[in-house]
């Protein structure tokens, strides 16, 4: 386990796992009373390179009266890591740190968006061309009360001098807490958890840009079961995909992985990674430098666990 629950923190969700270029690993979630909670804060924790063992949590961000969470590490240069996160609600606006030693040290929290109604959940892409996208959800102001999420994109400017946004997701089909992968054509692909959709047809849903992001295709349903929780995807660096998502369209147990070896049009091989009772859910993915995939997510609410496996793990079906 990365964490575990105490009197502070009994409560913890939404991890965020990096693989850092020195061998280490980065974890980080929030943790508090219960979600929402102004008492919650962003905790992380740290594997060092060549290490088993997990150092002691501690806290990265805590404003005061409010909510923080949903955090999202981004390595923008060799020199330089951010962590993105959400903080207050309903109305949330997007904060950043940054640290220019991989985590050890951070800067003081500063606005990246104050953009009402955005949040994040997955991890940000830096393109080929260099460009980056960072994945959204963002809810609309209805007479005060917050609308059904839309799926949307924030796509880096030339030269990096702003932000645009992509062309929002307004379809029949909705998924929000879009999660991002490069295919070797330059094409992206996100798979989104549904939302706002009946019992019978909770499956994943896909949607395809060919445009750098700025704009995608009429999301689908693929054949990946999924009981309307976040998932998570990630390239390989030998091309394949894998894919984190609850194989289960009634609860947040079977916990899966499964693999893609042509770009995302199927999902042949499929492991599981947690069945028992309870809520397993909202994983987050990194490869590290000696190819291992690694897999952070929530388990039962009081902890954050970690597993490590390869490639060849997830393509046995015994």
Avoid at 41 to 54: D, E, F, K, N
Avoid at 69 to 85: I, K, M, T
């Amino acid at each position: 386990m990365i964490c575990s629950p105490t009197l502070r923190f009994p409560r913890c969700h939404s991890s965020n796992l990096i693989a850092l270029p020195d061998g280490s690993l980065l974890c980080a979630w929030w943790s508090g009373s219960e979600e929402g909670a102004p008492d919650n804060v962003i905790l992380s924790a740290l594997r060092p390179a060549g290490q088993r063992g997990w150092q002691a949590p501690r806290v990265l961000t805590d404003t005061p009266d409010t909510t923080d969470s949903n955090p999202v590490f981004f390595l923008y240069s060799a020199e330089q890591l951010w962590l993105l996160y959400r903080t207050g609600l309903p109305w949330v606006r997007l904060m950043r740190i940054r640290s220019n030693d991989l985590g050890l040290t951070w800067s003081k929290p500063e606005i990246f968006l104050d953009e009402p109604g955005v949040t994040l959940r997955s991890g940000i892409l830096r393109l080929e061309n260099g460009r980056i996208i960072i994945p959204l959800m963002r809810y609309h102001d209805r007479d005060g009360a917050l609308s059904q999420a839309k799926s949307v994109f924030l796509l880096s400017a030339k030269a990096e001098k702003g932000w645009d946004f992509s062309k929002e997701f307004d379809s029949a089909i909705q998924g929000n807490e879009p999660a991002l992968a490069q295919r070797k054509d330059g094409s992206l692909l996100a798979f989104m958890r549904p939302y706002g959709i009946d019992s019978g047809r909770l499956f994943i849903i896909r949607s395809e840009s060919r445009d750098r992001g700025r704009t995608w295709s009429e999301p689908e349903l693929t054949d990946l079961k999924n009981p309307s929780s976040a998932v998570d995807l990630h390239r390989l660096r030998n091309g394949h995909l894998v894919l984190a998502f609850n194989d289960n369209q009634k609860s947040r147990t079977d916990l899966s992985l499964a693999l893609s070896l042509d770009e995302g049009q199927s999902w042949s091989s499929r492991r599981v990674l947690e069945n028992a009772l309870g809520r397993f859910s909202y994983p987050s993915l990194a490869q590290s430098m000696d190819e291992l995939v690694h897999v952070s997510y929530t388990f039962r609410r009081t902890h954050i666990k970690h597993v490590e496996v390869n490639e060849a793990w997830i393509m046995d079906q015994h």
